[in-house]
């Protein structure tokens, strides 16, 4: 991806925005959002007066109505230009995106050379090094290092291969060595490059439930002060002292939220734009804006809290039994086994006792899965098993033995120090534990302890034992923990959250997480995982980095916190907006004589300059803000995870307060230089 | 103001607490319990319902708004039939048309406006059976429509809110009732007439004949007060001796006015589970209140230009409240005025002890916007409440956002269908009022209704509108019924009580289905100061708002004269 613009305005990008404001005027566009709606009809009907007025000879305040018709327009253009330059980043991201879609010939397994845009769900094609995949796909066969850096924007190239967690590609990406044979697993024109061009394009944002609620209630707000301002009509009639249609709109308009009605759109884009500039892919805005609300935060152990590497420290072999022989089973055992713990066991046995990896006679291996939760090698009709505690009891059991009472006592002894035991056996005889270590990773606490600040609960998920669970998660300060794990218990964890009312997120890669991350709320799959587990999730972290939902979770709650703080400064404008016009709409009402001002003058705090300047400076500061708050609107406005209460307090102190009193400071000033103006 | 007013505005505030706190606890406990007495059963077995058949909020509605149609018709036939009827012993005739139909809108919707002077229009059978009767059914309507809208708040996975019925019954018979006859008690024991005997003559000092209207007074009195009605048996209402003759009974109907009011507040606290909480919706309720109290009593006291120009002595002595005390009652002085001004436009009752007409720009400014906040400040019985709950979802859903979540109230998530109601139920009143009164002051026959000129009679039909959409029914005098504004207000009152009150039962309705999530530090407490403070200031910016324009050209450019 076009890697991070440094800046939100580039040249280019305000360029291309002020061009494309202007399409944007089209009505139909407009009925989108009813406030701004509004501001265009006003616009149109003040240049109308305008209009009538300067072809009825009628110059008596036609300039006056002509330069509010021009601001009225600058408040709707304004307005599109917020939304246009939200979407032009995202344009520019897609055209990048585009760029690498591969438009080259793919090579079926028969030699058959097909358009890589017409490979269907179930074709297998053969890449070669140095071509470019056609099309997401599962490696069924090789090896080979792909360089991501189209989607992801990390140059360093990463391992496929076929079977495990590691066999997804994604069409666009380049393969550098080898061959790979791939079955392909997506439809034409539903590729993750395809979606993705779509999603940072914004064709197919949606509104989000808050935004959508947002909404109604500023179209509530907007009614009634349409209602207020044009009852003012006849209000000011009785009063004997006609308003002009001219300053009605233009009260209206400086009175509904057109802030955050301009603004409205551009923070949703940007919201979405920023989880990309993190690397993330969000499949839907609601996505994001339920990050903001995660009560309960599941992380796998391995790899995310701990180096997902467990090494094997020693080995403890029950009374009766030689170390060496435990260690010779256990290299047996794990020969076969090519994750990181078993390979560690090999090398432990190697150091210790200088046990060589051998050739096996004939034998079967007994793969680990997550129900057996053990795995081992049948040779000779002997059965050799390694695995977690309680699993390989029940399988001693099977075969006719029990445990010894002492096993528990080593199982139990290790688990204390935190480490992971890893009971071997021969057929019906326990001969010992292995001792497997965990490396918790370094500033795991203190990002625990921002999310419990945020007031996100963590829980960890292990296929550990209790106290050996127990004991690294105080290590890593997580808040909860759940053992044994199986993808079962993972989804009873999560159902149970969410019977209890609590928005639960997770991260996952592998195939067997994929049911969890489809219940979750927030399911973030890590791109390096299975198709299974992207498609399940709603968002794909192309950085595959696990604590990456915190900073998804502050994007979230940024885009609640820039609607809601606009929305409040928008409203907390009126009061000076009031103080500006009311006062020079009614300055001769009821005045003790003509030519003197009325009571009504005393509300002239800000004492502005005339009332046509008053009026006129109202709008423009209405029109000015706009612009003025696209940086912070494409921002977003900073989260703090200092907990609800203080974060409202200083909110409402900014953008309410700091709403109620700006205005009355810019008005002044830009009545200073208007009312100068006209009285030069 | 005067050491002694702040102490009886004090005094009032503790004894209000003290007696509302342990009502709003026995009310839950009404609305809550699952125990049908046998009077209670005869009653069911007649409308043939019983507690256990609940009805979602549109068959809620549907209940409230056939039985508020059926008694509006029995209110309008009563007065139009009353000249055929019994207990008339003034033998007054049919009231006219548009008064009986205005009338039947204002004591159905718990209003309570009158067009009418009450001893000289309405016989004692329509004082009775029309009036007196709705005055206890329009605020049992209320505390129903409350009970089954905060079932919807504390329910989980349910659509249902309760049974109208029940709750009707049960309000009346175990709320308003019992109070009404142990206020009217200590009424009549302190002087109040209640009888059926006609007017009583008296031969004054000067040896002239006076008539002196008499009745079932203290009845009505006690209902008008504790129901938020405000519709007294004579005109000038709790201004006359014979309805409200000394201290004590000022008192007692002061405390009144707001005491359902202020004790549903707790009977819902109880029914959420979240007391704290209650007490805070009860502080800003009250911060409100006392900032009113804060405006009318120093307006009053300083008095209007007018009246310092005249020469009239306004300085405060021993005895005397000095002050504008025209239109008051000296036996009541500025503060028990200004007081009773403020609780009976916050509450929405509309009973007077003064004439509000007479207040000053500012202190019936005041009074004017105390009613424009929507009733919500304690506010009507049941509606007061409901009313609030719209201002506190958009208090907590801008709050909500503010704070980066998905907005809670009581832990369940507000979406887009509850702030569609809240802004419904928060906002279609004051637009309404606003339209209204645009009608009544450019129409030819609108502006026949108002008696005085300039600004103080923009003010008196803006106030006139204000209270019939509003239902507190408080009347500013100087704005008299022409059939253009009795219809208007008829329009108003209906409007102004069922549109909110519908758009509360299906909020009710909406959250009931909800579940409910535990809080967690990320979510804003609502049982804190900055929450009261928050909820304040949405109430005074929203409706502040709207009502600002209007505002100044009535009592603004009045009070600003000079």
Do not use: C
Request: glycine share 10%; hydrophobic share 50%; proline share 4%.
């Amino acid at each position: 991806m076009a890697r991070r613009s440094s800046s939100i305005f580039s040249r280019d990008i305000v360029l291309a925005a002020i061009r494309d404001s202007f399409p944007k005027l089209d009505p139909r566009l407009q009925l989108k959002n009813p406030v701004m709606f509004i501001v265009e009809l006003g616009s149109v009907i003040t240049t109308g007066i305008f209009l009538l007025d300067l072809v009825r000879g009628n110059t008596a305040g036609l300039w006056f109505v002509g330069v509010i018709a021009i601001w009225l327009w600058l408040t709707t253009l304004f307005a599109n230009f917020a939304e246009a330059i939200a979407e032009g980043r995202g344009k520019a991201q897609a055209s990048a995106l585009r760029a690498t879609r591969t438009t080259t010939n793919a090579t079926l397994r028969d030699g058959r050379s097909v358009p890589a845009a017409e490979l269907q769900r179930g074709d297998v094609v053969v890449v070669k090094a140095g071509e470019i995949i056609p099309a997401d796909g599962e490696i069924i066969e090789g090896v080979g290092s792909v360089d991501e850096s189209a989607i992801t924007g990390e140059s360093a190239p990463v391992i496929r291969e076929s079977g495990g967690d590691r066999s997804a590609v994604t069409g666009g990406t380049k393969l550098l060595s080898d061959q790979l044979v791939i079955e392909v697993t997506q439809e034409p024109g539903r590729s993750f490059l395809d979606r993705m061009i779509a999603l940072v394009e914004g064709a197919e944002r949606r509104k989000t439930p808050n935004e959508i609620a947002l909404n109604i209630l500023i179209a509530g707000l907007t009614i009634t002060f349409v209602a207020a301002v044009a009852t003012l009509r006849p209000f000011a009639i009785y009063a004997h002292t006609p308003v002009s249609l001219t300053v009605l709109i233009a009260l209206l308009v400086a009175l509904i939220p057109t802030t955050i009605g301009a603004l409205l759109s551009a923070i949703g884009i940007a919201g979405m734009d920023r989880l990309v500039q993190r690397n993330v892919l969000a499949m839907s805005g609601r996505a994001v804006e339920a990050s903001g609300d995660v009560d309960v935060l599941l992380l796998d152990k391995t790899g995310t809290i701990t180096l997902g590497n467990r090494q094997a420290a020693e080995f403890l072999p029950v009374s009766g039994v030689e170390e060496r022989e435990l260690a010779e089973v256990a290299q047996l055992a794990s020969l076969a086994d090519e994750t990181p713990e078993g390979r560690s066991i090999v090398v432990l046995a190697k150091e210790r006792f200088g046990l060589r990896e051998r050739e096996l006679g004939e034998h079967e291996f007994v793969a680990f899965s997550a129900t057996t939760r053990m795995s081992g090698v049948n040779m000779n009709g002997t059965l050799i098993r390694k695995g977690a505690g309680d699993a390989l009891k029940r399988f001693i059991a099977e075969q006719g033995g029990a445990a010894p009472a002492e096993l528990d006592r080593l199982v139990q002894g290790v688990a204390e120090q935190g480490g992971t035991p890893l009971v071997v056996a021969r057929d019906n005889w326990a001969l010992g534990v292995v001792h497997l270590k965990d490396i918790v990773k370094g500033g795991m606490n203190e990002r625990f302890d921002e999310l419990r600040r945020m007031g996100i609960r963590t829980v960890m998920i292990t296929g550990d034992n209790r106290v050996t669970a127990a004991v690294i998660a105080q290590e890593a300060g997580v808040d909860d923990f759940l053992a044994e794990a199986t993808p079962e218990t993972k989804m009873a964890l999560i159902k149970d959250e969410q019977a209890k009312g609590r928005m639960v997120a997770m991260t996952g890669d592998g195939t067997n997480d994929a049911p969890a991350l489809a219940q979750a709320d927030v399911g973030v799959a890590m791109n390096t995982g299975t198709s299974a587990a992207k498609e399940a999730g709603n968002m794909v972290d192309l950085d595959s980095n696990p604590t990456k939902l915190i900073e998804i979770v502050e994007v979230g709650k940024q885009l609640l916190i820039t609607r809601g703080a606009l929305t409040t400064f928008s409203i907390a404008n009126d009061v000076a907006k009031y103080f500006a016009i009311l006062p020079a709409l009614f300055a001769f009402t009821y005045a003790s004589a003509p030519g003197r001002h009325g009571p009504l003058e005393k509300l002239n705090i800000m004492q502005l300059g005339d009332p046509k300047s008053a009026i006129l400076s109202a709008v423009i500061f209405n029109a000015l803000i706009i612009p003025f708050l696209v940086p912070l609107a494409l921002k977003g406005v900073k989260y703090r995870a200092i907990g609800a209460t203080a974060l409202l307090r200083r909110n409402l102190a900014i953008y309410g307060l700091g709403g109620m009193i700006l205005p009355f400071v810019a008005i002044k000033l830009i009545d200073l230089v208007v009312h100068n103006l006209l009285g030069a | 103001m005067s050491g002694n007013g702040i102490t009886q505005i004090l005094i009032y505030a503790i004894v209000l607490i003290a007696v509302a706190y342990p009502l709003g606890i026995y009310m839950a406990r009404v609305f809550e319990s699952r125990r049908v007495h046998v009077t209670e059963g005869w009653f069911y077995r007649l409308v043939r319902t019983s507690p256990e058949r609940e009805q979602d909020w549109k068959g809620y509605a549907k209940s409230v708004l056939l039985f508020s149609l059926l008694a509006s018709v029995v209110v309008y036939v009563i007065q139009r039939l009353q000249g055929h009827l019994f207990l008339n012993p003034d033998h007054l005739k049919a009231v006219p048309s548009h008064i009986a139909l205005n009338t039947a809108a204002s004591f159905v919707t718990n209003t309570n406006w009158q067009f009418y002077g009450g001893e000289y229009t309405m016989s004692y059978f329509s004082q009775m059976a029309a009036l007196a009767s709705q005055q206890y059914i329009s605020a049992g309507v209320g505390i129903a429509v409350l009970a089954a809208v905060i079932r919807g708040f504390s329910r989980r996975s349910s659509s249902e809110l309760g049974n109208f019925w029940v709750d009707l019954y049960r309000a009346i018979v175990y709320v308003l009732l019992p109070l009404s006859l142990i206020l009217a008690v200590i009424l009549v024991w302190q002087g109040v007439p209640q009888t059926f005997s006609g007017h009583a003559t008296a031969k004054t000092l000067e040896g002239a004949a006076q008539t002196i209207a008499r009745g079932p007074v203290a009845l009505m009195i006690a209902i008008k007060q504790l129901g938020t009605n405000g519709g007294g048996f004579y005109n000038s209402n709790s201004a006359v001796p014979f309805e409200n003759p000394n201290g004590l009974t000022n008192f007692l109907e002061l405390i009144s006015i707001l005491l359902i009011p202020a004790a549903q507040v707790f009977m819902f606290g109880k029914m959420v589970l979240a007391r704290r909480h209650a007490w805070m919706v009860f502080a800003a309720m009250f911060a409100v209140f006392a900032l009113a109290i804060g405006v009318s009593l120093p307006a009053e006291q300083h008095g209007s230009q007018v009246l310092r120009a005249s020469g009239v002595n306004i300085t405060q002595g021993h005895g005397q409240s000095g002050g504008n005390m025209s239109d008051k009652e000296v036996r009541f002085g500025i503060a028990n005025s200004a007081l009773w001004a403020t609780a009976t436009t916050d509450a929405s009752n509309g009973s007077v002890n003064a004439g509000h007409d007479a207040l000053t720009a500012f202190g019936g400014g005041a009074a004017l916007v105390n009613i424009f906040f929507g009733e919500v400040i304690f506010g009507g019985v049941g509606s007061g409440l409901y009313g609030m709950l719209f201002y506190i979802l958009i208090a907590v859903f801008i709050a909500g956002l503010m704070v980066g979540r998905t907005p809670e109230y009581l832990g369940k998530k507000i979406g887009a269908r509850e702030i569609k109601y809240a802004a419904l139920g928060a906002l279609f009143v004051p637009t309404m009022v606003l339209a209204l009164t645009a009608i009544s002051v450019v129409t030819k026959s609108g502006l026949a209704s108002i008696y005085n000129p300039g600004a103080h009679g923009f003010t008196e039909a803006l106030y006139a509108y204000t209270s019939q959409g509003n239902n507190n029914g408080s009347a500013f005098a100087g704005y008299g019924a022409t059939s253009l504004s009795a219809s208007l207000g008829t329009v108003a009152m209906y409007l102004g009580r069922f549109v909110p009150l519908i758009a509360a039962l299906a909020l009710g309705g909406a959250l009931a289905g909800k579940k409910t999530a535990p809080p967690s530090a990320g979510t804003f407490r609502t049982d804190g100061g900055t929450f009261a403070v928050l909820l304040v200031g949405v109430i005074l910016l929203t409706a502040g708002l709207m009502v600002f324009p209007a505002l100044t050209l009535g009592p603004l450019v009045e009070g600003l004269a000079h």
